[in-house]
């Protein structure tokens, strides 16, 4: 299993939303030059994000996205549910019922797969791990591997998209 560069992507650009300090919404454009990515590509990846209640989007010439709930109450899994939806990544095919097991009665596979168990409860245990995990503390750790961060993200901003005007 692979989990989408959309979900990179959207975890990053909550944690840009915040620290860009800007409080109206930010056009995709503007979001999208910050990772170098195209904003057709970029406004995308973030509509599961809208549709999650994690931004909010505002269309329009002024439009753009902003967060709608802050970063303590977005959680890694929020991100990931919404971008790859709320599937398990594993799905038994159940395959012991070929081969050598193909002559067995289905009673004989009543009982769950033990790889179905294992597989299931260890992506349960992921998933309480991302659903324990918010952006708020992601935006922490990241602040304490590079200080200056949110200064540097707002003077990149203001120097390459300034503000706009009323």
């Not at 989990?3 to 944690?15: P, R």
């Not at 409080?23 to 406004?43: H, K, M, S």
């Not at 590079?146 to 706009?164: C, F, G, K, S, T």
Request: include cysteine.
């Amino acid at each position: 299993m692979r989990i989408s560069e959309g979900v990179e992507w959207a975890a990053h650009c909550c944690l840009l939303l915040d620290w860009m300090g800007v409080d109206e919404p930010v056009a995709t454009a503007r979001l999208a030059a910050g990772y170098g990515l195209p904003p057709a590509y970029l406004n995308k990846q973030l509509q599961p994000l809208v549709r999650a209640g994690v931004l909010a989007s505002t269309p329009g010439k002024r439009g753009g996205f902003r967060l709608a709930r802050s970063l303590e109450d977005i959680t890694l899994m929020d991100v990931l549910a919404a971008i790859e939806g709320p599937d398990e990544a594993f799905q038994c095919d159940e395959i012991r019922k070929n081969g050598v097991w193909a002559e067995l009665p289905e009673s004989a596979f009543r009982a769950p797969c033990a790889v179905d168990t294992a597989m299931r409860a260890a992506e349960l245990e992921w998933r309480r791990a991302l659903a324990s995990k918010t952006l708020a503390s992601v935006q922490a750790d990241a602040e304490l591997q590079a200080p200056y961060l949110r200064r540097q993200v707002q003077e990149w901003y203001a120097e390459h998209y300034p503000p706009r005007t009323p």
